[in-house]
């Protein structure tokens, strides 16, 4: 017994040695990263990396003004927008649409906007004339520059709705024609809109490829078409969606029914072209007499009206 604790006593150092070192090793496998796993992390963290959500993605492409100015000027047009009369709401919403949701403009930004404008133009204008102590002499203008400041955006947007609807009727035959090679050729009715989608950019092609996504979405052919034709408001392609869903109904031909639209689309694109060269000469009459007459008559006549009034005596 006496040996055994002898030989006890003179192992413990190495003993305790041993057992610290196996100490730590175990504390190191505990906390040392497993080799296998490893990989697998890589992988999620490269997913995670590479799958950004697009929406954020976009936003950080964006300029500074675009990011931060730009939701406050709208939060203050909305604000505005609020204040004004509620009546035609419905209207302004139909003429947004139409003009193609210019600067992604909503009614409530629309009348904001409005309102800021006649505010700015006619704000400014009483703040110069009282700096000029004119101010009574000044309210008949500043009131002026307020009407005209609430109706210039309106004006502005029809402007845009009356090009958007312009660039569609120009752009109608065209399409049509692609449209009747692409179903003669196989193609279905859906598939061959969005084909002319993939080919061309403006503003008719923008709604072929938001009627394929409503339809592809569940929505019917005869809704989505009568929404391409609300939206833009263009005279043509009212009829032309009028002529499909009532033909689509009664079983005829789309091919056919496509051929017979796109001769008369370029009939009508012939005519309203022959129209506008009939107008031009009475569009040129205003600057002829106001503008070039009076330059021809100052340069022929300049030289002799002193002779004459000397002639005269006066």
Sequence with gaps: MGALVSLVGSAGPVLFGGLVGLAMLLVWIAFAPSRAAAPVDGERLDTYLQSVDPVQEEMLRRSFFQRAIVPIIRSFLR????????????????????????????????????????????????????????????????????????????????????????????????????????????????????????????????????????????????VALQRMAERAGAQDLRSFVAVLVQSSRLGVSIADVLHIQAEQMRLKRSQRAEEQAQKAGIKMLFPLIFLIFPTMFVVILGPVIPSLLGFLGM
């Design 79 to 222: 604000l505005l927008g609020r204040l004004a009369p509620g009546r035609n709401v419905e209207q302004s919403r139909q003429l947004l649409i139409q003009a193609g949701d210019p600067m992604g403009l909503s009614v409530l930004d629309y009348y904001g906007l409005r309102i800021m404008v006649a505010g700015g133009l006619a704000g400014g204008y009483f703040l110069l004339a009282g700096m000029t102590g004119n101010l009574l002499q000044g309210l008949p203008a500043t009131l002026l520059l307020g009407v005209m400041g609430y109706l210039l955006p309106y004006v502005w947007v029809r402007m845009k709705r009356d090009s958007r609807q312009h660039e569609i009727e120009r752009a109608l035959p065209d399409a049509l024609d692609m449209l009747t090679i692409g179903v003669e050729a196989g193609l279905g009715f859906d598939s061959a809109m969005m084909r002319v989608g993939e080919e061309w950019d403006n503003a008719l092609t923008e709604e072929f490829r938001r009627v394929v996504a409503e339809m592809r979405v569940g929505t019917d052919r005869e």
